[in-house]
């Protein structure tokens, strides 16, 4: 099915100008990026989007680090789009990443892995909702 999922370029990615690369990466797995913008988000904000990880020890470093400098947050469309985009992105880990993914490409440790992505389509819906209004989506 046409599905829509969430994606982010991180601070590690965004610092090193490599905006365009991931975005052909995605757009070359088949995905569409139907909105797109250039945020850089406050601690508190990084918090509220990562609350589902907020008992975990590398929360504090993983919210300073998505505060510390400018991210790209799309919305991405296409068939199976949840799943097409997690395997593009490779390995949370780089270290485990496949050949040909965007982390194996690009990420440069755990924290500073470079893109993140919507792991199911209840997590997808609650991303976008949380940095896009619908009439900003355009299909
Ligand atoms: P992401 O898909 O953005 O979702 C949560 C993030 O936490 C994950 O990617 C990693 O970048 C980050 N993360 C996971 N484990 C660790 C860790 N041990 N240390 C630092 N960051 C981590």
């Known amino acids: 099915a046409i599905e829509r999922t969430f994606s982010m370029i991180k601070p590690d ?3 090193r100008n ?3 690369a991931i975005t052909k990466m995605l757009e070359d797995a088949g995905l569409r990026v139907v909105a ?3 945020v850089h988000m406050s601690q508190r904000e990084a918090e509220a989007f990562y ?3 907020k ?3 590398f929360f504090g470093e993983l919210t300073e680090f998505m505060a510390s400098g400018p991210t790209v947050v799309q919305v991405l469309e296409g068939e199976n789009a949840i799943a097409k985009n997690r395997e593009v992105m490779g390995a949370t880990n780089p270290v485990d990443a ?3 993914t965007i982390r194996k ?3 440069q440790s755990i924290g500073e892995n470079s893109v993140h992505g919507s792991d199911a389509p209840e997590t997808a819906k609650e991303e ?3 940095w896009f209004a619908e009439k900003d989506i355009v299909g």
């Open 36 to 38: 797109s913008k250039r």
């Open 105 to 107: 490409a690009f990420a």
């Open 18 to 20: 490599l905006t365009g």
């Open 55 to 57: 008992e975990r020890p």
């Open 128 to 130: 976008i909702a949380f």
């Open 13 to 15: 990615a965004t610092k």
């Open 98 to 100: 496949d050949e040909g």
């Open 51 to 53: 609350a589902v990880h």
